[in-house]
């Protein structure tokens, strides 16, 4: 939901609460009955109701995913209270029965897709890591870079998973707002904030190689280690003070899942990330085009062309390296919009499937990483070496650059 469709809500809930607030002072409706008295739950009013009754209204027509034509219902205690539901340690309200199934069995399927993709995404990322980590005789500034992107992704997706593990089904956890709750739904955003961190840093170092050809490797990969662990570091530690001080009984309750009005915190990183990178990559497909056309291809007929394939190709290997799909995320239709279920589901292929894409596309596919398995391979087997490589994106971007160029990445 979107600030302002949150803060519709809210002024929506605080109306019915007044209203409901008023209607304490009316009439009796029943003399010499027990009775529950007049109660708001938090989204609906309930007027006063004989003991051992229950009381039904027509669901809220605000709440997304809730049918207005259904009924709820609210079970008044022989002993003149209301319902009160004991593994939440609160009165409860019946809304199951609002619940428009078809867009839980959809939202279910959506969880899905995030659960499996995360799944298939840690583990290849997790045989990514073993490789790069095994294989150090093609250790170099931008491997490590490598390296630390996969730790990101593979510490995200785990901890994703981990959250959806431990909270799907027990909602109870979130009411209780233990600290471990809040710590680890902190933990969460931190290292998704470091996952686009470290996007900005693969952008930055290959822009930079690209521009800057004769820069000091070490001076840059130390640079890059700095911003992509620095900034949800610092980050983090505005956030939680800040909201943890300021934020009011809504904002600190239910682990913290809540929009808040400190969320800009966390936003601006990402968004900041996004921005650099769409300048990046656009800058970095210039370079590669003005050299390409500075090529043996140049004079011939087909080499503008040529170079125009060869820079598409590079551009498509490197959105999911700079996060640049995440372009299309704030863009979310409204409610009840037809392309909404369209872009749920895009979303949730994207964002899952995005470290095992990455994972593919720089460390399996990479011509150095294919090579030292066929070596090894090879050894094991006692047959003879062959040679055999096919470019990542980084290698395809200088492989496909005039040979006179001296900057090697």
């Known amino acids: 939901m979107t600030e302002e469709e949150v803060q519709l809500l809210n002024d929506i809930i605080e109306s019915r609460r007044l209203n ?15 009775t529950c008295p007049v109660h708001f739950d938090g989204w609906s009013c309930w007027p006063e109701t004989p003991a051992g009754s229950i009381a039904n209204q027509s669901c809220p027509d605000f709440i997304p995913g809730f049918e207005p034509a259904s009924t709820v219902f609210y079970k008044c205690e022989e002993d003149g209270s209301w319902y009160f539901h004991e593994p939440f340690n609160r009165t409860w309200v019946n809304y199951t029965t609002c619940v428009n199934t078809d867009d839980l069995s959809f ?35 931008r491997i490590l870079i490598h390296m630390n992107l996969f730790a990101s ?21 979130l009411f209780a707002n233990q600290p471990w709750c809040i710590a680890l739904h902190t933990i969460l955003y931190s290292c998704l904030i470091s996952n686009y961190s470290w996007m900005l840093c693969e952008g930055l170092y290959l822009h930079t190689v690209l521009v800057w050809a004769f820069i000091s490797q070490n001076n840059l990969l130390i640079a890059v280690i700095l911003i992509g662990w620095g900034i ?13 001080l300021m934020g009011d009984g809504e904002e600190l309750a239910m682990c913290w899942i809540k929009e808040s009005r400190f969320e800009i915190i966390n936003q601006i990183p990402v968004a ?59 863009f979310r239709p409204e409610n009840n919009e037809p392309w909404l279920y369209f872009y749920d ?51 395809y971007v200088r492989s496909s650059l005039p040979n006179n160029d001296k900057d090697k990445v």
């Open 20 to 34: 409901c607030t008023e209607s304490i002072n009316d009439e009796e409706l029943y003399n010499d009955v027990l």
């Open 107 to 141: 939202r279910t399927i959506v969880i899905i897709i995030h659960s499996v993709g995360y799944s298939i995404s840690l583990v290849a990322l997790l045989i990514s890591l073993a490789l790069l980590f095994h294989f150090k005789s093609i250790r170099c500034a």
């Open 345 to 395: 589901l895009l979303s949730a292929v994207t964002t899952s499937f995005q470290g095992l894409c990455v994972a593919i596309l720089f460390c399996f596919c990479n011509g150095e990483v294919q090579a030292q398995i066929k070596r090894r391979w090879s050894t094991a087997t006692f047959r003879p070496r062959t040679n055999s490589c096919s470019a990542t994106a980084v290698s």
């Open 272 to 330: 900041a990330t996004i921005i650099l990178n769409l300048f990046f990559l656009i800058n970095i497909v210039r370079v590669v085009v003005v050299k390409l056309r500075k090529g043996p291809a140049e004079g011939q007929g087909s080499g503008a062309s040529s170079s125009s394939i060869q820079a598409l190709r590079a551009t498509m290997l490197l959105v999911p390296l700079l996060g640049l799909n995440f372009l299309l995320t704030p």
């Open 232 to 244: 949800p570091v610092v980050t983090t530690l505005i956030y939680v003070p800040v909201r943890s």
């Open 153 to 173: 992704f593979a510490i995200n997706n785990f901890l994703w998973l981990l959250w959806y593990y431990l909270m799907f089904d027990e909602t109870e956890l």
